[in-house]
T-cell receptor, first 113, second 115 residues
Framework: KQEVTQIPAALSVPEGENLVLNCSFTDSAIYNLQWFRQDPGKGLTSLLLIQSSQREQTSGRLNASLDKSSGRSTLYIAASQPGDSATYLCAVRNTGANSKLTFGKGITLSVRP | DAGVIQSPRHEVTEMGQEVTLRCKPISGHDYLFWYRQTMMRGLELLIYFNNNVPIDDSGMPEDRFSAKMPNASFSTLKIQPSEPRDSAVYFC?????????????FGPGTRLLVL
């Protein structure tokens, strides 16, 4: 059974800092991995999707990497801003028919002005 | 497009009452997912549909939970009877059937409190 872990559960950084959020998964037979953002009281918004054959994806100040063999992904946020404060969740989809997303519990990020 | 629409946004009910949560997916999306989010267990998939047909309901916690999708633009999740441990945020999400670059679009959620 796939398990996704995100540590730490919360993180507070000063504005302007570059930061890395970690995600680990137990089963390397994945189809893809996604990073989502969740604002308080809101649904999830997809940030980046990495296919299993890819090593990284970039969108603006965000860069996500994937190391399937070691079961790890990182989300790099450059020059953090207070508007980046939110909960970031990673989710993996295993290979196989009708495979569903398995989510981590998320990392709550606070960027202090 | 208005995105995924869920109603109600908040629901407070008493134990034993029936609760019905509603979802309208994004037009043209043929996959619909129901999730439950709690602090303890995180985000869990309850059930998902493809072309209005339930594909995997293994996440539905017990027989008190049921879900239907009578047409491509509407789905319900029903809890009968409700219990305090059902208190959570319930999300609906939809996606297209493109396995290459699909992503799920989430609604704002229904925050359920069972007293």
């Amino acid at each position: 059974k796939q398990e996704v872990t995100q540590i730490p559960a919360a993180l507070s950084v000063p504005e302007g800092e570059n930061l890395v959020l970690n995600c680990s998964f137990t089963d390397s037979a994945i189809y893809n991995l996604q990073w989502f953002r969740q604002d308080p009281g809101k649904g999830l918004t997809s940030l980046l999707l990495i296919q299993s054959s890819q090593r990284e994806q970039t969108s603006g100040r965000l860069n996500a990497s994937l190391d399937k063999s070691s079961g790890r992904s990182t989300l790099y946020i450059a020059a953090s801003q207070p508007g980046d404060s939110a909960t970031y969740l990673c989710a993996v989809r295993n290979t196989g028919a009708n495979s569903k997303l398995t989510f981590g519990k998320g990392i709550t990020l606070s960027v202090r002005p | 497009d208005a995105g995924v629409i869920q109603s109600p946004r908040h629901e407070v009910t008493e134990m034993g009452q029936e609760v019905t949560l509603r979802c309208k997916p994004i037009s043209g999306h043929d996959y619909l997912f129901w999730y439950r989010q709690t602090m303890m267990r995180g985000l869990e998939l309850l059930i998902y549909f493809n072309n209005n047909v339930p594909i995997d309901d293994s996440g539905m916690p017990e027989d008190r939970f049921s879900a239907k999708m009578p047409n491509a633009s509407f789905s319900t999740l029903k809890i009968q009877p409700s219990e305090p441990r059902d208190s959570a945020v319930y999300f609906c999400a939809s996606s297209v059937s493109d396995w290459g670059q699909e992503t799920q679009y989430f609604g704002p959620g229904t925050r359920l409190l069972v007293l």
